[in-house]
């Protein structure tokens, strides 16, 4: 690899495309966050729903996480895509894929969720509910203070996952990160340097976030049992 | 849905094309998982040898992989190698070598997970009875781990059979690549996508229950 900014080189080449990069950079992080706030709601609905929800409302819950986690988020993504507009709902690509990924995730934090909850010792919920707490408050005040600590390795691989799959997006073409490097690399055909890029980009995302998780799980690790 | 009509005969004219893409599909994942444990069992020994050289860049490996998107690492191997002069992997042998890195990373942590939960009891009795080093690992330490680690490598199998629908993006006539190209050539796009997820689905809840038998025989030993 050259490193001089002379014309024809690596940087020059990266600074020459660096609004789109840039772009789709911000688009991957946009995507991301929106699915992984989606996932995050969504997902702690369903996972009350799952624990504590009358049965058929459980039983509704399993299928749909079931369904979720057995289908490859590609097909999720494709089938957002051409089949919302079947429906005569024309969304941009851009919403199908962050709908699909929410989706997707929902599921799997809706998983772990239950997984957390039930893993409170059930002495905690019937102490609360002896001294007179609703569900709400016994929910928040009892359950979810312990609950969380377990939470949070699986969301933040969650996370990762979601940051990771929004690279399909551009497989229906909303120019993301992965597709505007490829985009330059149709121009200039460097592609190994500007995959290493591209690859450098979405590791220093992932880890930061790795690390984030980590001190998160660190703040909260006044819980044992 | 107003003017949406379902027409099934679609998908009876591929059956044929749609159950080999399917095969192809699971052959893709099984043998993706092979390769992946060889690479990931070579790592987790090398991570547990306390041999910084050894373990600092299996611990690279790992976490640059597990940082990195699939489908960079497929499009990386699929369009880099050949700037390196490796031209003689076709896509779908590119392909498997991308999805056999990746689940060796997965499978190094799975692995190591494994080794380290091992009961330091059993090592000690299997030097009681004097059994040499390599005998230890074949006869002890590696049949226990694979009963520990059975239900995480069957995981591993079913995420890397929904993987190996990223192949799509590189044209290996998979599943997903099969139902967009008879998406293309008949428009019968809600047909296809239910019956490709139906497959999907069932796929893994097979692979599920037949890991779940597997297990059953193969009770892990505590």
């Not at chain 1, 002379?6 to 080449?13: D, I, K, W, Y």
């Not at chain 1, 504590?52 to 957002?80: C, E, K, N, Q, S």
């Not at chain 1, 019937?126 to 390795?153: C, D, H, N, W």
């Not at chain 2, 591993?156 to 050539?185: C, G, M, W």
Request: contains cysteine; proline residues 3%; aromatic residues 12%.
């Amino acid at each position: 690899m050259d490193f001089s900014m002379a014309p024809g080189t690596f940087l020059f080449e990266a600074w020459q495309a660096r609004a789109s990069l840039l772009s789709g950079l911000g688009v991957t992080m946009l995507s991301s966050a929106l699915s992984i706030v989606i996932a995050t709601v969504c997902g702690l609905a369903m996972g009350v729903a799952l624990a504590y929800g009358w049965w058929w409302l459980r039983l509704l819950a399993r299928l749909y996480v079931d369904l979720m986690r057995g289908i490859p988020l590609l097909v999720l993504i494709l089938f957002t895509y051409y089949g919302l507009a079947l429906f005569g709902i024309n969304v941009p690509a851009f919403w199908a894929g962050v709908i699909a990924l929410g989706a997707f995730a929902t599921a799997h934090v809706a998983e772990n969720f239950r997984g957390a909850v039930q893993s409170v010792p059930a002495g905690q919920m019937e102490a609360a509910k002896a001294i007179g707490l609703t569900f709400g408050k016994r929910l928040s005040y009892v359950i979810l203070p312990q609950a969380v600590r377990r939470m949070l390795p699986p969301w933040v691989n969650t996370a990762l996952e979601i940051v990771k799959g929004t690279t399909l997006l551009s497989i229906i073409g909303v120019v993301e990160l992965l597709l505007s490097a490829q985009q330059a690399m149709a121009r200039n055909y460097m592609i190994i340097d500007f995959y290493l890029l591209t690859a450098a980009l979405y590791v220093a995302i992932n880890f930061t976030l790795a690390q984030l998780g980590a001190s998160l799980e660190r703040r909260f690790s006044y819980l044992r049992y | 849905m107003i003017d949406y009509h379902f027409d099934w005969s679609v998908i009876a004219r591929n059956a044929g094309k749609l159950t080999d893409a399917l095969l192809l599909g699971l052959g893709l994942a099984v043998v993706s998982l092979l390769i992946g444990s060889v690479i990931g069992l070579l790592a987790a020994y090398a991570r547990v040898s306390g041999k910084a050289w050894l373990s600092a860049p299996v611990w690279a490996y790992v976490e640059f992989i597990r940082c990195t998107p699939l489908l960079l690492l497929i499009f990386f191997l699929y369009f880099g190698l050949p700037e390196f002069d490796v031209t003689f992997l076709d896509k779908t042998q590119s392909f498997v070598l991308s999805l056999s890195l990746y689940a060796g990373a997965y499978m190094c942590e799975v692995f190591r997970a494994g080794l380290a939960s091992i009961p330091k009891q059993y090592v000690e009795a299997a030097k009681a009875i004097g059994l040499r080093p390599w005998q230890r690992q074949a006869y002890v330490i590696l049949p226990v781990m694979f009963r520990i680690t059975l239900p995480s490598i069957g995981n591993n199998l079913i995420s890397l059979f929904k993987d190996t629908s990223l192949a799509a993006a590189i044209a290996v006539p998979e599943l997903t690549f099969t139902a967009r190209q008879i998406n293309a050539n008949t428009f019968r796009v809600m047909e296809v996508w239910l019956t490709v997820s139906a497959l999907y689905l069932a796929s893994a809840y097979l692979i599920a229950m037949m890991l779940r038998l597997l297990e059953r025989r193969y009770a892990s030993i505590r």
